[in-house]
T-cell receptor, first 112, second 115 residues
Framework: TQLLEQSPQFLSIQEGENLTVYCNSS?????LQWYRQEPGEGPVLLVT?????EVKKLKRLTFQFGDARKDSSLHITAAQPGDTGLYLC????????????FGQGTILTVHP | DAGVIQSPRHEVTEMGQEVTLRCKPI?????LFWYRQTMMRGLELLIY????????DSGMPEDRFSAKMPNASFSTLKIQPSEPRDSAVYFC?????????????FGSGTRLTVV
């Protein structure tokens, strides 16, 4: 059983469409992060959310942390081909301070 | 800031050979992490260091894998002997010791192919 379940696994859309990807767990977390990974590169941190119900915006990206701090969503408005990539959520937890566990990710493809 | 630097970018080796992957973390970052990424298993933490000391190596698959961090600016991950199932992209990441903010900076990875 995965600590973090991301959905959908794959998403293929046309430029200009909106989309939402989800990161769910049965555990409660003090914080959650979203990363984007492009082919041939390492993941790049997009945002960290720490407060239940928190909403953060990064240009066309909106991140929300669930009220109970068990889940999160990433919404992209008017997707562009440059948004194509693997989106990963990650949480710190367990007995090892600062150790991040990643979800399996959502592969997003935005067609021109 | 040059970021986290990994070498080589690509490595193709024959089964049974020794492989050494290298990482230079960002200066001033206290934590260094080694991850492995495959399609089947995603990103898996292998081992991490704090101030050059290994803290958690529970993710290291078996004794064939070893990691060292002789100083704050250099770490290696060694596989000896290598096997085809070790084929994956290996990432190094580092972060500052900042409470509550666990943001990692990843390198570009080493794509390892064992034939």
């Amino acid at each position: 059983t995965q600590l973090l379940e991301q959905s959908p696994q794959f998403l293929s859309i046309q430029e200009g469409e909106n989309l939402t990807v989800y990161c769910n767990s049965s555990s409660v977390f003090s914080s959650l992060q979203w990363y984007r990974q492009e082919p041939g590169e390492g993941p790049v941190l997009l945002v960290t959310v720490v407060t239940g119900g928190e909403v953060k915006k990064l240009k066309r990206l909106t991140f929300q942390f669930g009220d109970a701090r068990k889940d999160s969503s990433l919404h992209i408005t008017a997707a562009q081909p440059g948004d194509t990539g693997l989106y990963l959520c990650a949480v710190a937890g367990g007995t090892s301070y600062g150790k991040l566990t990643f979800g399996q990710g959502t592969i997003l493809t935005v067609h021109p | 800031d040059a970021g986290v630097i990994q070498s080589p970018r690509h490595e193709v080796t024959e089964m049974g050979q020794e492989v050494t992957l290298r990482c230079k973390p960002i200066s001033g970052h206290d934590y260094l992490f080694w991850y492995r990424q495959t399609m089947m298993r995603g990103l898996e933490l292998l081992i991490y260091f704090n101030n050059n000391v290994p803290i958690d190596d529970s993710g290291m698959p078996e004794d064939r894998f070893s990691a060292k961090m002789p100083n704050a600016s250099f770490s290696t991950l060694k596989i000896q002997p290598s096997e085809p199932r070790d084929s994956a992209v290996y990432f190094c990441a580092s972060r500052r010791n900042s409470k509550g903010n666990y943001g990692y900076t990843f390198g570009s990875g080493t794509r390892l192919t064992v034939v």
